[in-house]
C-alpha cells in the first residue's frame, strides 16, 4: 500500500511539470517543422516546383507543378514535426534505459547469416524462377541479381583500397574501364574467349594500378584523394578521344559473349538450348552470367577475408593505423600500398570484363565519376573494411534504386507524369546522409581481429584509424 | 654492472639542420655491445633528432652512422665500405651498415635497428596480438612466399605462422601483457601501452633497440617494473639499448654509459657517476652559466 502511494504521490509531482512543458514542447516542435519547411521549401522549388518540358512545336516551356511541390514541403516539415515533437523524445528515453545483454539468438544468427547467405544466392535464380514464372524471371535475375553482384563484387576490391589499407581512391572506376576496354578490344580483334581474357584484363588493370600508384601513392590524404579522381577522369578521357581505338562516344558494340564451355547462347541449331533439346530463351544466359559474376564476387570476397589473415593483408591495416610504426617495424610502405592498390585495381578489371561481355556494348559513359562515387559509398555505409556490411550496403544501395523503377504504384498517387528514377539521386543522397548521421562509422561498425590466442572479440571502430593514405 | 663489448653502434661527426636551426651539433659516441646507452639532455637538445637520424627518419645534414653486427673484426672494413658508396656490406663473420645512406624501413629490416616513439605509436584498432604479428612482418612475408604460397595454403606457412605467435605470447609473458592479448591496443592503460610498444620493438629481433623515453608518463612503480625488464633482455638477448631520458634515477640506474645533450652539441659522457658531478651537465639542468654552478650547487646542498 504505502509502495502504491508512493508511486501514486511520485507520478503526482512528475505529472505537473511535464503538463506545463508539454505546450513548451509542442510550440518548438512546431517551430522547428515551420523551419524546415521553409528551407524545403526553399531547395524544392527549383527542383521540384518548375518542370521544362518540349511541346508539340519543339519548344521548350516552363510549367509549375505547385501540389506536388506542396506536398515535398509538407511531407518535410510533417516529419520535422513527428521527430521534434515524439520520436527525439523517445528515443532520448530509450539511451537512458541500460542496454541489454546480445541475446543468446544473436550468436546462432552470427554463425548461420554467412552459409545462409551464400545458400540463397546460389539459389537465387531458381527461386526466382518459381515464384515469378519463367517470363518475370529476366528482371529480377538480370536487373537485381547481376546488377548487385557487379558493385557488391566492386565494393569488395575497393574495400581492400579503402576499408583496409586506408587510401582514398576516388577514381576506382578507371581499372573497371580498363578491364572493360581490355576484354572488349581484345576479345573483337584478336577474338580471344572470355576465359582467357578475365585474367588477363585483370593483370592488364592491375597493371595500370601499379603505374598510377608509383608516382601517386608518396601522396597522403586529401592529395590522393584528388589525384585518383584525376586519373579516373583522364582514363575515361583517352577512352573518348582515342576514337582510333576505342570509337570514342560511340562505344564499342557486339562484343562476343561468353559461351558456355564452347557452346554460344543463340537461338542456332549449335546454341546451348538446341544443344540439350530445350526451347529457347535469353534467360538461360542470363542465369549462366549470373553463376559467372556470382563465382567471381565470392572469389573476390574468399581471397580478401584470406589476405586479411596473411601479413601481407595485416600489413595493410597496420597501415591504415600508423604508417610511422609501420616503417619502423621494417615494412615497405611503398610497395605494400601498390600491392592493396594492384589487387583492388586487379578485381575491378574482372568486374570491367564481366561487364562488357554481358552488355555486349561499351561506352565512355559506363564509366564516369558517379560509378566510383557510388562504389565508394557502398563501401563507407557498408563500414570499411567489412565484407559482409559491402554486400548489405550492396544490396541496400543498387536493389534500392532498382525497386525504384518498379514503384508503378507511386504514379496512381502523384499523376501519370511522375517517374520515381527522377527521384534516385534524391533518396540515394537522403540514405547517405541519414546512415552518416545514425552511424557515422558505416552499418558494421566492429572490426573482426585476423587471429586470436584465447577469444576473438569485436574491436569497436571508435579505436580503428580510418586511414590518411 | 658495466657490461663489457666493442661498439656496435658508431655516431661520428652527427649533425642535422633544420633550416638555420641546428638540431644537433658535430655529435659523435658509441653505443657499446650488451650494454645500456643513456642519451639525456634538456628538452629540445635535440635527442629525438639523433634517434630519427639513426632509425633513418631524417637524412642527417652530415655525419657516419655506422652500425656492426656479428664479430667485432668487420669494423676493420668501415673506411672502405664508405669508401665504397654502399649502404652496408655482409660478411659470413658480421655485418657492417651506414644507417645514414639506407631508407628508414631498411634500417629496421636489415640493420635490425628497432626504436619506439616519444609519443606511443600502436596499432590502436588492431589487438595487441595483431601488432605483434605486424612486428614480424619480413620474416612472415617470407615464409608465405610473398603471400602467394600463403593464399593457397601452404603448410610451410601456417607454420611459419605458428612459431610467430610462439614468439609473440613468448615477449607478452615478458611484458606482463598476456592475459591482455586479445584486446585492441587502444583500449590499454598507458603503461601498458609502453611496454606494449618495447615488446613490439623487440618481436622485429634487433640488435639494437632504441627507446624514446619509455618511461615517461608511468608511475613509479611502472618505471621500476620497466626498468627491470629492460636489464632482463639486455643480459638475456644478445642486444643493445640506447635510450632517452628524463628521469634522471632511470637513467643513473641502469644505464651503463650516458651521452648529454644541450642545444644539440655533446657536453659530457661517461659512467654515470662520471656525468653526475659534471658541471656542465649540472647547468645545463639548472640552466644556468658554468661560472654559476658552485654557487647554484652550493645553494641546493649537491
Ligand atoms: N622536423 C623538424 N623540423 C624542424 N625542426 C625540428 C624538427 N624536428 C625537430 N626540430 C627541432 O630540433 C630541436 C630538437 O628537437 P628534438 O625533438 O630532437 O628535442 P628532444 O631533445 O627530443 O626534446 P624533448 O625532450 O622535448 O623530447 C627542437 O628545437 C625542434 O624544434
Ligand atoms: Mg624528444
Known amino acids: 500500500m504505502a509502495v502504491l502511494a508512493n508511486s501514486a504521490s511520485e ?459 | 654492472m658495466a657490461r663489457e663489448g666493442s661498439p656496435v653502434l658508431r655516431v661520428e661527426h652527427l649533425t642535422m639542420r633544420f633550416g638555420g636551426l641546428v638540431a644537433v651539433d658535430d655529435l659523435s659516441f658509441e653505443v657499446q655491445s650488451g650494454a645500456i646507452t643513456a642519451l639525456i639532455g634538456p628538452n629540445g637538445a635535440g635527442k629525438t633528432t639523433v634517434f630519427n637520424c639513426i632509425t633513418g627518419f631524417y637524412k642527417p645534414t652530415e655525419g657516419r652512422i655506422a652500425l656492426r653486427r656479428g664479430a667485432p673484426a668487420v669494423w676493420s672494413a668501415l673506411e672502405g665500405l664508405t669508401d665504397s658508396g654502399k649502404r652496408g656490406l655482409v660478411r659470413p663473420d658480421g655485418a657492417l651498415f651506414l644507417l645514414e645512406r639506407m631508407p628508414d624501413y631498411l634500417v629496421a629490416q636489415q640493420a635490425r635497428v628497432a626504436r619506439t616513439f616519444q609519443n606511443i605509436r600502436l596499432f590502436s584498432g588492431m589487438t595487441v596480438l595483431e601488432n605483434l604479428l605486424v612486428a614480424q612482418h619480413n620474416p612472415l612475408m617470407l615464409a608465405s612466399g610473398y603471400t602467394l604460397l600463403g593464399i593457397l595454403g601452404f603448410p610451410s606457412y601456417a607454420s611459419a605462422e605458428r612459431a610467430a605467435l610462439d614468439k609473440a605470447r613468448s615477449w607478452l609473458d615478458r611484458f606482463g601483457l598476456i592475459d591482455r592479448a586479445d584486446d585492441p591496443a587502444g583500449e590499454l592503460p598507458y603503461g601498458a601501452q609502453r611496454r606494449l610498444e618495447v615488446a613490439r620493438a623487440m618481436c622485429t629481433d634487433p640488435v639494437l633497440l632504441c627507446l624514446d623515453e619509455p618511461a615517461a608518463g608511468l608511475n613509479p612503480r611502472e618505471s621500476a617494473e620497466l626498468n627491470e625488464i629492460l636489464l632482463r633482455i639486455c643480459d638475456e638477448c644478445d642486444i643493445s639499448i640506447l635510450l632517452i631520458e628524463h628521469d634522471m634515477s632511470v637513467v643513473m640506474n641502469i644505464s651503463d654509459h650516458i651521452v648529454v645533450l644541450d642545444y644539440g652539441v655533446k657536453i659530457a659522457g661517461g659512467a654515470p657517476d662520471e656525468v653526475r658531478n659534471d658541471a656542465k651537465v649540472i647547468a645545463a639542468y639548472l640552466g644556468v652559466a658554468d661560472e654559476e654552478v658552485a654557487q647554484v650547487e652550493a645553494s641546493v646542498g649537491l
Open chain 1, 11 to 469: 507520478g503526482g509531482r512528475a505529472e505537473k511539470p511535464i503538463l506545463s512543458r508539454e505546450p513548451n514542447r509542442f510550440a518548438a516542435a512546431l517551430r522547428e517543422a515551420a523551419f524546415t519547411g521553409l528551407v524545403s521549401f526553399g531547395l524544392f522549388l527549383p527542383l521540384i516546383g518548375f518542370e521544362t518540358v518540349t511541346n508539340i512545336r519543339d519548344e521548350l516551356i516552363l510549367r509549375t507543378r505547385w501540389p506536388l511541390l506542396a506536398a515535398f514541403v509538407f511531407i518535410a516539415a510533417g516529419g520535422r514535426f513527428f521527430y521534434s515533437f515524439a520520436l527525439a523524445p523517445w528515443l532520448a528515453r530509450r539511451a537512458q534505459k541500460p542496454v541489454k545483454p546480445a541475446a543468446a539468438w544473436r550468436g546462432h544468427f552470427k554463425k548461420w547469416f554467412v552459409p545462409f547467405a551464400i545458400g540463397f544466392v546460389i539459389a537465387y535464380p531458381v527461386i526466382v524462377i518459381l515464384v515469378t514464372g519463367w517470363g518475370g524471371a529476366l528482371k529480377w535475375i538480370d536487373n537485381f541479381g547481376i546488377q548487385i553482384l557487379i558493385y557488391m563484387m566492386l565494393g569488395w576490391g575497393l574495400n581492400i583500397v579503402v576499408g583496409l589499407a586506408g587510401l582514398l581512391d576516388l577514381g576506382y572506376v578507371a581499372f573497371y574501364a580498363v578491364g572493360a576496354y581490355s576484354y572488349a578490344l581484345l576479345a573483337k580483334n584478336f577474338g580471344l574467349s572470355f576465359w582467357v581474357l578475365l585474367p588477363l584484363a585483370g593483370i592488364l588493370s592491375s597493371f595500370w594500378g601499379i603505374l598510377l600508384g608509383f608516382p601517386v601513392l608518396r601522396l597522403r590524404g586529401d592529395y590522393l584523394a584528388i589525384v585518383t579522381l584525376a586519373f579516373g577522369e583522364i582514363i575515361r578521357l583517352i577512352i573518348i578521344n582515342w576514337t582510333a581505338l576505342t570509337n570514342g562516344y560511340a562505344g564499342i558494340i557486339s562484343i562476343p559473349r561468353p559461351s558456355f564451355f564452347g557452346i554460344p547462347f543463340n537461338a542456332n541449331d549449335n546454341g546451348f538450348a538446341a544443344r540439350f533439346g530445350l526451347e529457347f530463351s535469353p534467360l538461360y544466359r542470363v542465369i549462366f552470367l549470373y553463376y559467372i559474376i556470382l563465382a567471381l564476387g565470392l572469389l573476390t570476397c574468399f581471397v580478401t577475408v584470406r589476405l586479411r589473415r596473411l601479413p601481407v593483408g595485416r600489413a595493410w591495416e597496420a597501415l591504415r593505423e600508423d604508417q610511422i610504426a609501420c616503417r619502423s617495424l621494417g615494412i615497405n610502405t611503398t610497395n605494400t600500398k601498390l600491392t592493396a592498390f594492384a589487387m583492388g585495381a586487379m578485381f575491378a578489371g574482372f568486374a570491367g570484363s564481366f561487364f562488357a561481355a554481358r552488355e555486349a556494348f561499351i561506352s565512355p559513359e559506363s564509366f564516369t565519376f558517379i560509378e566510383s562515387a557510388t562504389v565508394l559509398s557502398i563501401v563507407v555505409l557498408g563500414g570499411m573494411g567489412s565484407q559482409i556490411g559491402v554486400a548489405i550496403a550492396a544490396i541496400v544501395m543498387i536493389g534500392g534504386t532498382e525497386i525504384l523503377r518498379q514503384l508503378n504504384f507511386l504514379k496512381e498517387i502523384f499523376g501519370a507524369t511522375f517517374d520515381p528514377t527522377q527521384y534516385r539521386m534524391l533518396l540515394f543522397g537522403l540514405a547517405l546522409v541519414l546512415i552518416m548521421i545514425w552511424r557515422p562509422r558505416g552499418l558494421i561498425a566492429t572490426r573482426e581481429p585476423s587471429v586470436f590466442l584465447k577469444k576473438r572479440k569485436a574491436i569497436s571502430v571508435d579505436l580503428v584509424q580510418e586511414g590518411r593514405g
